[in-house]
């Protein structure tokens, strides 16, 4: 029963995307799961010696100096550390069992290299949406920007949650931003566009947008121009964007 509770939890341990190492109240290492090992290519059995110690080993003094200091100090809330070209934010948790006895703690190592990019991102997202005026220069100067960081996080050769997810997202606002422009095209210059074709890739600009509730102004007034043409099938030779 042991035998089977223990590889349950091991099993559950390494389906976090974060690396975890359980430590016993003396600070020896209990359990490490799959993203740790991968983080700093652990091999071997890591069960049954010091924390730091076993970080040492691996040369990992600089992640091992960062886990004592959050594990010993609880106003330490967390400690970012660089490690091989990679970003790391370490936390710890105290276990405690009845009464509130403690009886070991877990190391936190969170892969974080994605943030700054994630940073410029989010200034990209905020720039379009608290844009009032002509938005047009401002989606095509985005759409660049965007490319940029798409080729900074594919380069960057980091293979973490956190730089797939930006990724991700990064691809699809640019699926929004060029479907946006395309649609404001379309209704300035072609008499005659496909209506049912516009509602449609207004709709896939709007699932692919990352902040569903914040639409930019001007997209929200080329999305009421497209709805119009639809049903009346008249329209304005102009720019909405």
């Not at 590889?7 to 430590?23: E, P, R």
């Not at 009032?132 to 985005?142: A, I, K, V």
């Not at 960057?156 to 931003?177: D, F, N």
């Given at each position: 029963?042991?035998?089977?509770?223990?590889?349950?939890?091991?099993?559950?341990?390494?389906?976090?995307?974060?690396?975890?190492?359980?430590?016993?109240?003396?600070g020896i290492v209990q359990a490490v799961n799959r993203p740790v090992c991968d983080y700093f290519s652990m091999d071997g059995d890591p069960h049954g010696r010091p924390l730091v110690e076993l970080l040492e080993s691996y040369g990992l003094d600089a992640i091992g100096?960062?886990?004592?200091?959050?594990?010993?100090?609880?106003?330490?809330?967390?400690?970012?550390?660089?490690?091989?070209?990679?970003?790391?934010?370490?936390?710890?948790?105290?276990?405690?069992g009845e009464g509130g006895v403690a009886f070991g703690r877990v190391i936190f190592f969170r892969e974080i290299?994605?943030?700054?990019?994630?940073?410029?991102?989010?200034?990209?997202?905020?720039?379009?949406?608290?844009?009032?005026?002509?938005?047009?220069?401002?989606?095509?100067?985005?759409?660049?920007?965007?490319?940029?960081?798409?080729?900074?996080?594919?380069?960057?050769?980091?293979?973490?949650?956190?730089?797939?997810?930006?990724?991700?997202?990064?691809?699809?606002?640019?699926?929004?931003?060029?479907?946006?422009?395309d649609v404001d095209e379309n209704m300035a210059r072609v008499d005659f566009p496909d209506a049912q074709l516009l509602q449609d890739r207004m709709r896939i600009a709007a699932g692919r947008w990352p902040l569903r509730e914040e639409l930019p102004q001007r997209v929200r007034?080329?999305?009421?121009?497209v709805e119009d043409y639809y049903e009346s099938g008249e329209k304005t030779k102009q720019s909405v964007l």
């Open positions: 029963d042991l035998q089977g509770a223990n590889l349950f939890l091991g099993a559950v341990m390494d389906q976090l995307d974060t690396g975890a190492i359980a430590l016993d109240a003396d100096g960062a886990a004592l200091a959050v594990a010993e100090d609880d106003d330490t809330g967390y400690l970012d550390v660089e490690v091989g070209g990679h970003r790391f934010r370490v936390t710890s948790q105290t276990l405690t290299s994605h943030e700054p990019l994630r940073r410029r991102f989010d200034d990209v997202l905020g720039a379009l949406v608290r844009r009032d005026g002509e938005l047009r220069p401002l989606l095509e100067q985005s759409r660049d920007q965007l490319a940029e960081l798409s080729g900074s996080a594919v380069d960057s050769g980091i293979p973490s949650a956190g730089m797939a997810e930006l990724r991700e997202r990064i691809s699809r606002t640019r699926t929004a931003i060029d479907n946006w422009l007034e080329l999305a009421r121009r």
